[in-house]
């Protein structure tokens, strides 16, 4: 029998939506309300907006910085996405997973391949947004774009929609909290996956065998 490591260590997860979804807020309340799961903080070369803060909502680097942790293969997954460059630091993952959290990506259909490449026992979740209409209408509500880049947005969600087949799950965001609690379920089914229950079954099924011998 091979001796179980201290730590469990943590699940991957990825999620995938639309811009326009509202995965941002779903996610993060998804985190408020699950003890051990953590957001990764990406890597980016996108100019900062209003409101964002370095180091928090992700890290700003300059493109040149970028491509340099691309070329010493820094990256567990990176991708171009509206013209900037986007990725999730090896390093960082591997240092939370190690920890026992479970970590949540929020990243492109391009980088959520990528993963699952990588990492086989990954849960890729896809979130869609209730119809197409309102992902129109959410994009041009919260009058942040110009109007060339929602329609880039738009049509990239067309594209993206078409990767879906590719993840394991598949939650509506048609109200918040149904949204998060349905994430929330699949979050939980995970952690009891077989294999991932090793050290628990070895204690318990133990316990049994003592049983027998007596
Ligand atoms: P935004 O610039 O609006 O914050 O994000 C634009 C897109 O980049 C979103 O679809 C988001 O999921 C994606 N994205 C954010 N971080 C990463 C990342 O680390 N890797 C990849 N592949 N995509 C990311």
Redesign the pocket.
Known sequence: MSSSPAVERGILFV?????GTG??TVVDRLVERTPRLRR?R???S?PI?AGEVDGV??NFVSRSAFEAMVREDA?L???D??G?L???ARQDTDTALASGADLV????V???R?VRERVAEAAAIFVLPPSYATLEARLRGRNRDPAAAIERRLA?ARA?ILAIDEYDYVVVNDELERCVDELQAIMIAERARRPRRRAAIETIVATFDAERRK
């Open positions: 999620v995938s939506a639309p811009s995965k941002t990764s990406s890597y980016t996108r907006r909502d992700y990256f997954e990176w991708a996405v509206f900037h986007y990725g999730t990506l929020v990243i492109d391009q980088g959520a990528q990239t993206e």
